[in-house]
């Protein structure tokens, strides 16, 4: 998996405090990763664990230069914070929803599910799913599959507010 978007911010803002000359910042790139001969070397072709290698990396340098507090500076998240996220090892897939997608679904779910804890609740989300689109995993789902569920988890919850009014 590539390198998420808050990583590569996280890498070009602290080269921009660092001040990196362009030279200099493709070269310590390509010391992290491995790019073909023809292909300049760019954060966002780096994997993860190894755009977090580079952001710990610039961290100490900016740290020690004095134009960054350092990582582990109490009110900061460690790095460990930066972790992908759920469904993200799915990438874009054509034809199928999208990881931004299963998780508003989820989301959505959590909103309107009665189930007391975490394991009943998504036991009970993919018997839903299942009921709606006839799919049994989130991972499977179509864009045609969401709309539907969003639509039924939408329905669900303006029957629960006007039962909650009345």
């Known amino acids: 998996m590539n390198a998420q978007p808050s990583q590569v911010k996280r ?6 405090l660092l001040r990196i ?3 200099d910042y493709r070269a310590m790139i ?3 990763g491995t790019f073909p001969v023809n292909v300049r070397p760019s954060s966002k072709k780096l994997t993860f664990q190894k755009a977090n290698e580079l952001i710990r990396r610039l961290s ?3 740290t020690a230069a ?3 507090r350092s990582v582990e500076a109490p009110g ?3 790095l460990s914070s930066c972790r992908p996220k759920k469904y993200d090892d799915l990438g874009k897939r054509p034809g199928m ?3 931004a997608q299963l998780r508003m679904l989820e989301a959505m779910w959590a909103d309107v599910s009665f189930a007391p804890d975490p394991r009943s609740r998504h036991y009970a989300y993919e018997k839903f799913i299942t009921r709606i689109t006839g799919v049994s995993k989130p991972e499977w789902l179509e864009p045609l599959h969401v709309r539907k569920i969003k639509t039924a988890i939408e329905s669900m919850k303006r029957s629960q507010l006007h039962k909650e009014n009345s």
């Open 60 to 62: 100490e340098m900016a």
């Open 21 to 23: 000359p362009d030279d």
């Open 30 to 32: 390509a010391s992290f």
């Open 76 to 78: 900061r998240a460690p």
């Open 97 to 99: 929803a999208s990881p």
């Open 66 to 68: 004095g134009v960054h």
């Open 11 to 16: 890498i070009h803002t602290l080269a921009h």
